[in-house]
């Protein structure tokens, strides 16, 4: 990697809001519900985690677990088979043009292609593989062996968010101690503030529906900034997954471009 690091530049991509408009765990999850309606009751303890959450007593991490919590039970050979058909029949569809246009732009000028997302790794690594990416960097969850997966699932190292996805490439050998920052010639995709991190590795930065305060900043930065269609603002984006989590609404069924 340090060789291939060495003659060809990165490009670091986010996956939920930037490369498609929804978190794609809310996109799995209503995936499954679809299937067994009765595992939205895993849902109660996430509901009963959000004000301690709130009150800085549960962090992410636990409240990811638990929200994956609706997997528990499946041995992994069907979260695998399952996996595989989220990815193609509604993670892909729900994809960019505009974005799947830029991950071929820096294919094309010989870019590493890196998927840096805090989307569990079971899935995130399938959609890095349909896209051509090299590598791909996601939160990692333990599939339990042969055993069913247990409840709340159990991750193997920590939510891959903020400055945790760098840690994880300098933990690779990408970023040598030392290597100055940003890197020439790499790129980073995003659309959140919490990749600030990820943006500092990169002498490009590209923001995609950046909220105000981020475009400001990357306005002052030089950043591009990308408004793929269709545009899904921040509480449309929460009604709307709700209504995924409900059942009361199917984005497969409606218009995704």
């Known amino acids: 990697m340090e060789r291939e690091g060495a003659a060809r530049p990165y490009a670091f991509f986010d996956l939920d809001g930037t490369l498609l408009p929804w978190d794609t765990q809310l ?9 067994s309606g009765w595992r939205r009751f895993f849902l109660v303890p996430v509901l009963l985690a959000l004000p301690l959450k709130l009150g800085g007593l549960v962090d992410t991490r636990t409240l990811k677990r638990l929200f994956l919590g609706f997997l528990s039970g499946l041995e992994p050979g069907r979260i695998e088979a399952m996996a595989d058909e989220f990815v193609d029949r509604v993670a892909l569809p729900a994809m960019w043009p505009e974005m799947l246009a830029e991950i071929e732009s820096r294919r094309g000028e010989g870019c590493v292609l890196v998927l840096n997302t805090a989307s569990p790794g079971f899935y995130a690594e399938r959609i890095a593989r349909r896209l051509g990416f ?5 939160t990692g969850m333990e599939m339990g062996g042969g055993e069913r997966l247990a409840w709340p699932p159990a991750f193997s190292g920590p939510n891959n968010k903020r ?11 990408w970023l040598a101690p030392g290597s100055g920052l940003p890197l020439p010639g790499a790129w980073a995709y995003t659309d959140s503030a919490a990749d600030l991190p990820l943006l500092e590795c990169a002498e ?11 475009r400001v900043l990357g306005e002052a930065k030089g950043w591009r900034v990308l408004r793929p269609l269709p545009a899904v603002s921040r509480w449309r984006r929460v009604i709307l997954g709700m209504a995924l989590l409900f059942g009361c609404w199917n984005p497969s069924r409606g218009s995704n471009r």
């Open 27 to 35: 996109l799995l999850a209503a995936f499954v519900f679809r299937r």
């Open 204 to 214: 490009f930065g590209v923001l995609v529906h950046p909220r105000r305060a981020l």
């Open 163 to 173: 400055r945790a996805k760098v840690e994880a490439m300098r933990a690779r050998g």
């Open 134 to 138: 090299d590598h791909c960097v996601a």
